[in-house]
């Protein structure tokens, strides 16, 4: 089993830049592809972005494209989630999450093991 923990989340601007952090603890962190997910007040638990295990993959909601950079240390059991050009739609909880079978499917249910999510909230 793995914990998740994020953290990074906060207030910013629109238009500013953000990087979340997923620390693991537990397992080697390579044993999981890796996921971001965020939920909105009100809405579902949306996919934002998803990475390999070796890292050599990743994927991206059609939203965030080349706004937002997932990347993974598995030296440091680290995943990452850098957000730039950030809108007030991009305002939720993030949350950090471990796919031990991942068939890259968006989905949450391929996901195994999730963070307790940080806030990231932007002002227009």
């Known amino acids: 089993q793995v914990q998740l923990v994020e953290s990074g989340g906060t207030l910013v601007q629109a238009g500013g830049s953000l990087k979340l952090s997923c620390a693991a603890s537990?397992?080697?962190?390579?044993?999981?592809?890796m996921g971001w997910f965020r939920q909105a007040p009100g809405k579902e638990r949306e996919f934002v972005a998803g990475?390999?295990?070796?890292?050599?993959?990743?994927y991206y909601a059609d939203s965030v494209k080349s706004r937002f950079t997932i990347s993974r240390d598995n030296a440091k059991n680290t995943v990452s989630l850098q957000m730039s050009s950030l809108k007030p739609e991009d305002t939720a909880v993030y949350y950090c999450a471990a796919s031990r079978y991942w068939s890259g499917s968006y989905s949450t249910n391929e996901y195994d093991y999730w963070g307790q999510g940080t806030q990231v909230t932007v002002s227009s």
């Open positions: 990475i390999s295990w070796g890292g050599n993959n990743t």
């Open positions: 537990g397992r080697r962190l390579s044993s999981y592809a």
